[in-house]
Structure formats: C-alpha cells, structure tokens
C-alpha cells in the first residue's frame, strides 16, 4: 500500500495551493479518506475528510471556508484545495486511508487519526508573510 502525496511548496499569505495523494495497493473506492497536518512542536491534527464517493465531507473549524477536500475514484486520487493560506496553516501535511468497515458510518467519526489505516509520506506547506 502506497499513499503518495505531492502539491506541497512555498506560498505567501493568502495565496492558495492544491495538494494530490494517489493512492496504489488499496480497493481506493473502498476507503475513507482524510488530511491530517503537523507543525513542529505541535501534535498531529485533522484537516478534513471525505466518505467513498465524495458525498459527505468534514472539516477541521480552522480550515472550514478555506479549504476542499475531494477525490477521484477514477484516478485513485484525493485531492486538497486550499485557499486563503495563513501563516498557521504552515505543516507537513499528511493523506490518510481508512477502510470503510460498515454499510452505515458518520464522517464525523473520521476526524480521529487512530481510524485510519494507511499513511502517506507527508508534503511541507510554507506560508511566508
């Protein structure tokens, strides 16, 4: 199982950048997936998430408005548009993988880190002023 993230970079503030994870080893149709960030010093933190088909999102309160989460079953890709950049949205920011283990979930659910299965690498967001 490989989750490959990439799109990271240096932006200044207020500009925007769109990150891409491509996932290859898992049935990608099959799995929640989510964004995760970490900052130095800082714990890892939810970003937001999506159920399979990209009906049901949910968002972390320091992104909502800002940032979209969305995916291509196609491509086997999920994909973070951020818009609005702030200096505190600087972090490796990391895709995660959950399998989708009953017919019936909340999306909600998905803001914790420990129900995701696979990780990926990790992409570095800067945010200059």
């Known amino acids: 199982v490989q989750l490959q993230a990439s799109g990271g970079g240096l932006v200044q503030t207020g500009g925007s950048l769109r990150l891409s994870c491509a996932a290859s080893?898992?049935?990608?149709?099959?799995?929640?997936m989510g964004w995760f960030r970490q900052a130095p010093g800082n714990e890892r933190e939810f970003v937001a998430a999506?159920?399979?088909?990209?009906?049901?999102?949910t968002y972390a309160t320091s992104v909502e408005g800002r940032f979209t989460i969305s995916r291509d079953n196609g491509r086997n890709t999920v994909y973070l548009q951020m818009n609005s950049l702030a200096l505190e949205d600087s972090a490796v920011y990391y895709c995660?993988?959950?399998?989708?283990?009953?017919?019936?979930?909340?999306?909600?659910?998905?803001?914790?880190?420990?129900?995701?299965?696979?990780w990926g690498q990790g992409t570095q967001v800067t945010v200059s002023s």
């Open positions: 080893g898992i049935w990608f149709g099959s799995y929640i």
């Open positions: 999506l159920n399979t088909n990209g009906g049901a999102t």
């Open positions: 995660a993988a959950a399998a989708r283990r009953t017919v019936y979930y909340s999306i909600t659910d998905f803001r914790e880190s420990g129900r995701y299965d696979y």
